[in-house]
């Protein structure tokens, strides 16, 4: 069923410093309102509609000075873009949603760094690994300062910088970043279920990059425990698990044929 909006307002906005709305009345709909709205249009794969309302709640969130909500919409702006094809735009706004956390928290909060990260995937995707691993860099530069080196975000966030090494051709470097990432998830004293289905995402990571290397022995070890860690965890992720099996079974097939 399509969301409908009871009013609908026309309201002209006098712009200032602090993105101050004359015009502005009580009882309007609030960003979140419409920030929530696009969400429900984007779960269902409405991206033009998800588009308009995440857009509501930029203007919306412009006229009544609300920082966070603005730079929230233009991240979520960004993304349904992107799934749109429409990658100038999906760019532009995530760029756009970086400035505008830096505006609201300063630029050493961890939302800068989820923003930057999110933006360092879009170049990820985008075939763009430099752009990427910059990207990556400087948001685990403000995640580490913002969280402590041994937060799992980190992890995530190295995971992910290591996939952008290799693809880019620095596959030393990429090693060296899966680790890093495995080490921080094996550090946590009370790893979550996520935290664990991490650590087996970079640890299959991990095993693929010693495939692509024929690097069968280090393959296959690292590919099995993560199978028995994935069989900890039952049917958490059933794709990953089906995944990682057919890794180890052509690391085995490997060795068998080098005997």
Known sequence: MRSKLV??????????????CVGCKVGFISPEDYIQMGKSFQNKGDYEQAAKHFQ????????????????????????VYYAQGKYTEAQSHLEQAVAAFKEAKGPDDVSVAVAIKNLAWF???RGNYSEAKSSYDRALD????????AHPQLGVLKNDQALAYQLDGDLAGAERLFWEAISIFESLEKPSENTNLALANSL???G??????KRWAEAEAVLKRT???LKGLGTADADLHKSVLQDHERAVQALEEKR
């Open 7 to 20: 009013h609908v307002w026309f309201v002209v906005c006098v712009v200032g410093p602090a993105f101050a």
């Open 56 to 79: 509501m709640a930029v203007d919306r969130a412009r006229c009544t000075g609300d920082k966070w909500q603005r730079a929230g919409a233009l991240e979520l702006l960004g993304v």
């Open 123 to 125: 170049h990820l995707q």
């Open 142 to 149: 403000i995640a580490d300062k913002a969280l402590g080196p």
């Open 204 to 206: 299959r990571n991990l």
């Open 208 to 213: 693929r990059l010693y495939l692509e290397q």
């Open 227 to 229: 199978l028995g860690l």
